[in-house]
C-alpha cells in the first residue's frame, strides 16, 4: 500500500449519547479496522483522543481510555477541546453550563497521562504519546524529532506545499494560507490562480524565535551556542526579556536556566505550550485580544 500511516478519531460522551454513538461505529469496528489496516503492512496506527467534550466525565473518560491501552495504537494525540462559539459557528449549539470545568479538564489530562505511560506509552511532548518501537518515539531518542503546523513528524525540515480548502503551505522563509471556503478556493482554481487567502514572510527574528520554540517543543532544550553558531547572534542579550518571564516558571520547577541553555524539566515537559509561548511575540499580542482558547 502506499500509507504506513492509519489515523482514528475517539471522543466520549456520557452513557446516553455514547450508546448512540456506539450503534454508528461500534468499537469492534475500530478494533478490527486497525487490525486489518496492520495486517496489509500498516507501519502506524495513530488515534486522536479529545478530553473537554460537553457533558463528558472522568468516569467516561476513564472508559475511554481503558479501551484506547486495549486497541494499543501505536501513536496517540490527545486534544483539549477548544470552545470557541465566536469563531465556529457549530459550537453555538453547544451549552457552555455542560463543558466540564477547567479543574477537570487538568484531572482528564493527568489521568491520560498516567495511564499512557503506566501502560508503556512514551510521552513525546505537548499532545503526542508514542509506543517506544514507534518511528515517532524513535526519531526523539535520536534527536531528529521535528515539528511542523499539523504536529510532531519524523520528516526532516522541507518545504511544505498545501493543497485544498484552508491548507498551509511553506517556502523557504514564507508561509501561506489557502482559501478557508469552499466557494472562494473553487473560484481561484476555476480561474487558473493559486487559491492563496492570505501569507507572509518570516523576518530574521522570526526565525530565531522559531528556532527556540521547535528546540523547547522538540527536544525540551535550547542551547545558546547553537543558537550563536546559526544566528550569529548572543541569544542571552536578544532574549533577555523572555528569560526574564521564564524565571517565574524557573521557581516552580519547570525550567532551568543557565550560561548555557534553558532546558525544560521532566515536570516542565507537561508545559512545553506555555513555556513556548514566552518566546512568540505575536502570540502575546493575540491572546490579549482574546482571539485563542486558552491553554487549559
Request: proline share 4%; with cysteine.
Amino acid at each position: 500500500m502506499g500509507f504506513d500511516r492509519v489515523s482514528f478519531g475517539v471522543q466520549d460522551f456520557d452513557p446516553q449519547v455514547q450508546r448512540a454513538v456506539h450503534r454508528v461505529q461500534p468499537t469492534e469496528t475500530v478494533f478490527e479496522l486497525t487490525r486489518v489496516a496492520r495486517e496489509v503492512g500498516i507501519a502506524s496506527v495513530n488515534v486522536d483522543l479529545i478530553y473537554g467534550l460537553p457533558r463528558q466525565t472522568m468516569a467516561s473518560f476513564a472508559r475511554t481510555l481503558r479501551t484506547l491501552v486495549e486497541l494499543r495504537p501505536d501513536r496517540i494525540a490527545l486534544y483539549g477541546y477548544a470552545h470557541l462559539p465566536e469563531r465556529f459557528k457549530p459550537q453555538r449549539r453547544i451549552d457552555p453550563s455542560e463543558l466540564p470545568a477547567a479543574s477537570d479538564k487538568v484531572g482528564m489530562m493527568r489521568l491520560a497521562v498516567s495511564t499512557l505511560t503506566e501502560s508503556g506509552y512514551r510521552y513525546i511532548g505537548l499532545d503526542h504519546f508514542a509506543l517506544p518501537t514507534d518511528a515517532l518515539a524513535i526519531a526523539q531518542r535520536r534527536g531528529v524529532l521535528n515539528r511542523n503546523f499539523m504536529g510532531y513528524t519524523t520528516h526532516p525540515d522541507a518545504d511544505i506545499v498545501g493543497l485544498g480548502v484552508s491548507a498551509i503551505g511553506r517556502i523557504g522563509a514564507c508561509y501561506s494560507q489557502n482559501h478557508r471556503g469552499i466557494d472562494d478556493w473553487r473560484d481561484n482554481i476555476d480561474a487558473g490562480t493559486l487559491p492563496v487567502a492570505r501569507g507572509c514572510e518570516l523576518s530574521r527574528d522570526d526565525m530565531i524565535r522559531r528556532a527556540v520554540i521547535m528546540a523547547i517543543m522538540c527536544h525540551g532544550e535550547v542551547s545558546f551556542d547553537a543558537l550563536h553558531a546559526s544566528f550569529l547572534i548572543e541569544p542571552r542579550l536578544l532574549l533577555h526579556d523572555e528569560i526574564g518571564r521564564l524565571k517565574e516558571m524557573q521557581a516552580l520547577g519547570l525550567v532551568v536556566i543557565d550560561d548555557d541553555s534553558i532546558r525544560v524539566t521532566d515536570q516542565g515537559r507537561f508545559f512545553l505550550r506555555p513555556i513556548a509561548m514566552v518566546f512568540d511575540r505575536y502570540l502575546r499580542d493575540t491572546l490579549q485580544r482574546g482571539k485563542f482558547s486558552r491553554v487549559l
